[in-house]
């Protein structure tokens, strides 16, 4: 069974750092694109960041957040290092997989798993 379990969410105030996790199993996910999406209320689910054959940020987060992965032998964990956290950052965060040749990481469609998603709420 495909599981992706997002965790690290929760409260920070504006300026502060959350690190995300979320550990993708049930398959092989060593050689997927991974990609972090996030929704706010009442807003389409925007793209974060992505990690396959290279590494993508959505503009509002360049330079400031910052993926990662660790391969393991039978799960693959995906990193999102969120640093100097604003309001707009409020949101729930998604991970996805999807296949390795990914063609356009920034869109949901592409990807094929995807978690239930964890909050993270910056307060000022």
């Known amino acids: 069974q495909v599981q992706l379990v997002e965790s690290g969410g929760g409260l920070v105030q504006a300026g502060g750092s959350l690190r995300l996790s979320c550990a993708a199993s049930?398959?092989?996910?060593?050689?997927?694109?991974m990609g972090w999406f996030r929704q706010a209320p009442g807003k389409g689910r925007e793209f974060v960041a992505a990690?396959?054959?290279?590494?993508?940020?959505g503009d509002s987060v360049k330079g400031r957040f910052t993926i990662s992965r660790d391969n393991a032998k039978n799960t693959v964990t995906v990193y999102l290092q969120m640093n100097s956290l604003k309001l707009e950052d409020t949101a729930v965060y998604f991970c996805?997989?999807?296949?390795?040749?990914?063609?356009?990481?920034?869109?949901?469609?592409?990807?094929?798993?995807w978690g239930q998603g964890t909050q993270v709420t910056v307060s000022s």
């Open positions: 049930g398959r092989t996910f060593s050689n997927a694109a």
């Open positions: 990690i396959s054959w290279r590494i993508l940020y």
């Open positions: 996805a997989a999807g296949p390795p040749a990914i063609a356009t990481p920034r869109r949901p469609d592409e990807y094929d798993y």
